[in-house]
């Protein structure tokens, strides 16, 4: 098996691009986690909820088996 060093570009280029992070949890301004959860506990669906506050929908969906819910609908 090659050894990464073995498959660097010969030109001179850089073997990797620059590193991007990014967040799967990036909300909308203004919203917080509790309304959020607000929203799952008035009876939202975890997409509508995403939608509306920006946090990512497998977050949402992963706060409900402590809100007693077992489904997004």
Do not use: K
């Not at 959860?37 to 975890?46: A, F, I, K, T």
């Amino acid at each position: 098996m090659p050894r990464l060093g073995s498959t660097r570009p010969a030109d001179g280029t850089p073997a990797f691009t620059e590193v991007v992070v990014r967040q799967a949890n990036a909300p909308q301004l203004g919203w917080t986690e509790e309304q959020a959860l607000d929203l799952l506990r008035q009876g939202y669906s975890v997409e509508h909820t995403a939608r509306r506050t920006g946090f990512d929908a497998r977050w949402l969906a992963a706060q409900l088996a402590p809100l007693g819910r077992t489904s997004g609908a």
